[in-house]
Nanobody, 122 residues
Framework: VQLQASGGGLVQAGGSLRLSCLASGRTFSSYVMGWFRQAPGKEREFVAAIRWTDSNPYYADSVKGRFTSSRDKAKNTGYLQMNSLKPADTAVYYC????????????????WGQGTQVTVSS
């Protein structure tokens, strides 16, 4: 499966952005779509994920209540709505496809899209 992330940009603290991730290639129905981020000098970390079949999401504690993961099956596209953004959310965001619902480890996601930069100014 191929993934293409988009929607990043520059936003002020407290603002919102919505990232998109278009999946193509193989049928995505049995997958989990995950979102990760990597800030300069830091490890890539889990942000959120959603099970494609029933749209059931789970989140990292750092983004709970602020970020929402969703998907549009007809468009084969996943979304990450990011509200109340903080400078600490500044990172390159990646979408990924995996098959183990509930996992937040990078090893559970075998396909990765290119990143999209999110910059939150104070």
């Amino acid at each position: 499966v191929q993934l293409q992330a988009s929607g990043g940009g520059l936003v002020q603290a407290g603002g919102s952005l919505r990232l998109s991730c278009l999946a193509s290639g193989r049928t995505f129905s049995s997958y989990v779509m995950g979102w990760f981020r990597q800030a300069p000098g830091k490890e890539r970390e889990f942000v959120a994920a959603i099970r494609w079949t029933d749209s059931n999401p789970y989140y990292a504690d750092s983004v709970k209540g602020r970020f929402t993961s969703s998907r549009d099956k007809a468009k084969n596209t996943g979304y990450l709505q990011m509200n109340s953004l903080k400078p600490a959310d500044t990172a390159v965001y990646y979408c990924a496809a995996g098959s183990r619902y509930g996992s937040s480890g990078r090893e559970a996601f075998g396909s990765w899209g290119q990143g999209t930069q999110v910059t939150v100014s104070s």
